[in-house]
């Protein structure tokens, strides 16, 4: 099994900035598509960015294009959330995902709340 644990959430006022990061147990990142998912209260899950280094995919939700950068260090097995101006509606608990064709693995959140 793939093990991933999520660090880096705390409290930020709008505006700040914040670093997520996924410690994996993963040896060849080419084998996983591995993103960020966020759940706001009362709120579904939704995908917030996704890396895919097989074929150089980066993905990021609209909401937060050009706010959120997603990057990964191979040799650490680490992917990194990059969150800039953050906004009171980024608030949520943000888990890491590791997936392939087959199988979803899912760490523990973090919890992200930022203040207005």
């Known amino acids: 099994d793939v093990q991933l644990q999520a660090s880096g959430g705390g409290l930020v006022q709008a505006g700040g900035s914040l670093t997520l990061a996924c410690v994996t147990s993963?040896?060849?990142?080419?084998?996983?598509?591995i993103g960020w998912f966020r759940r706001a209260p009362g709120k579904d899950r939704e995908e917030i960015s996704c890396i895919s280094s097989r074929d150089a995919n980066v993905y990021y939700n609209d909401a937060v294009k050009g706010r959120f950068t997603i990057s990964s260090d191979t040799g650490e097995k680490t992917v990194y959330l990059q969150m800039n101006n953050v906004k009171p509606e980024d608030t949520a608990v943000y888990y890491c995902?590791?997936?392939?064709?087959?199988?979803?693995?899912w760490g523990p959140g973090t919890q992200v709340t930022v203040s207005s």
């Open positions: 995902n590791a997936a392939t064709y087959e199988i979803d693995y």
């Open positions: 993963i040896f060849s990142f080419d084998d996983y598509a």
